[in-house]
């Protein structure tokens, strides 16, 4: 563990400001061996998945033609469902982060790729690429952070309307591409603030809406009217398949921005000189990993890495298994905490924390069988008088 000078602490991590930028220099150089060692086998990687990828889901649609057959349907309908978690995930994801655009290979590019999402590429690209990976867990500016929806920190003050947000967060998870397309266009603020859109923001709603008419349209009237007389176990199939392609995203995007002991930041925390050590230390402090094998990694798009994927989100997404030891060696230098824990665990963690940040402050602690029912009482009040939770009585 690095040594603690006798300064000030005035970071994040209780660093001081040596510290850091010996951090960022150590994380700069393993990003660098990667750019220097990146080549034919990580461009083969690439182009080997997206040849499986459309070939799993060719094959599947093909199979679904006679859908109605139930072994034809199950079949047809995991092999969508993982042809759609590979193209979004694994693939998607990490092309339109630019981390194959060193190829210069037209077909997989971020500047030309589209996915089979809701989401258009250039919105997404923004919303995530620009605004989450620069403000990553920063209430108020991180969208990602709950979605711009849910409370995701104590010192949020606490509304009765955050009771509901377990089973808000659950119907965002069923249509979570959707989702995030309307938090992509900042929806919410403009319906919440009544805000009139702008002539710009007009336009961006309606390339949105032609990309989600084109996903409709193709999963759910082409495709069906192609298997002619099984065109409803065709349409359920593909409902199927995107639901359970929404489940499996959330579920991903939650276990890295989301479990417990992740931590948030007020803006007023933001320095607008923020050094590279700095930002590095956030995404460190502001991410969590899923343990698990490498098939659990591919399919969730090497988010797994979350971690390594917010501190070097440009690096090939096959190189965070291998520079993880390395990473999380840094982590222990500086005596900082690898959040890291199996697919379940990390689910439930979020879960937990998801439901805890929807009552007061505290009230989860406090509660137990015995004192259940004047717990409910108290929070019955609360909800009429939000600003305080009245004591047990």
């Known amino acids: 563990m690095t040594a603690v000078l006798e300064r000030p602490v005035t970071t994040p991590g209780g660093l001081t400001q040596e510290q850091v930028d010996l951090l960022g220099t150590e994380l700069d150089r393993i990003r660098q061996d990667v750019l220097d060692s ?14 499986v990828q459309r070939v799993l889901e060719l094959g599947s649609r093909v199979v679904l033609l006679g859908s109605r057959n139930r072994l034809a349907w199950v079949a047809g309908t ?218 659990l990694h591919t399919l969730t798009g090497n988010l797994s890495h979350q971690i390594e994927h917010h501190i070097f989100p440009d690096l090939p997404s096959n190189r965070y298994m291998e520079i993880a030891p390395r990473v999380r060696q840094v982590f222990a230098r500086f005596d900082l905490p690898y959040n890291s824990r199996p697919l379940v665990r990390q689910v439930a963690s979020a879960w937990h924390k998801v439901v805890r940040l929807s009552l007061p402050n505290g009230w989860m602690a406090e509660t137990n069988r015995r004192n259940l029912v004047p717990q409910l009482r108290r929070l019955a009040a609360a909800t009429r008088r939000p600003r305080a939770l009245p004591a047990v009585s």
């Open 38 to 51: 990146r080549g034919a086998r990580d461009a083969a990687y690439i182009r080997r998945l997206v040849r």
């Open 78 to 295: 995991a092999g969508l469902t993982l042809a759609k978690v590979l193209d979004n995930m694994e693939i998607g994801h990490n092309v339109l982060h630019g981390q194959w655009d060193w190829m210069r290979d037209p077909k997989i590019h971020s500047t030309t790729w589209e996915w089979d999402n809701a989401s258009t590429a250039d919105g997404w690209k923004h919303s995530h690429n620009e605004i989450h990976h620069t403000y990553t867990n920063i209430v108020g500016k991180d969208n990602d952070l709950g979605y711009g929806i849910m409370r995701v920190d104590e010192a949020q003050e606490w509304k009765p309307r955050y009771l509901v947000q377990p089973a808000w967060n659950f119907v965002t998870a069923c249509i979570f591409e959707y989702g995030i397309t309307m938090f992509d266009l900042d929806l919410g603020e403009h319906v919440r603030d009544k805000r009139t859109m702008s002539e710009e923001k007009k336009a961006e709603v309606k390339v949105a809406l032609a990309k989600m008419r084109r996903q409709l349209g193709k999963d759910f009237v082409v495709y069906p009217a192609l298997s002619g007389p099984a065109w409803r176990s065709t349409l359920a199939a593909n409902a199927t398949a995107n639901l359970l392609r929404n489940l499996w995203s959330h579920s991903v995007i939650m276990c890295g921005h989301f479990p417990e002991g992740v931590a948030t930041f007020e803006q007023e925390q933001l320095d607008e000189n923020e050094s590279r050590g700095h930002w590095y230390l956030r995404q460190m402090l502001g991410s969590a990993n899923i343990s698990g094998s490498r098939l």
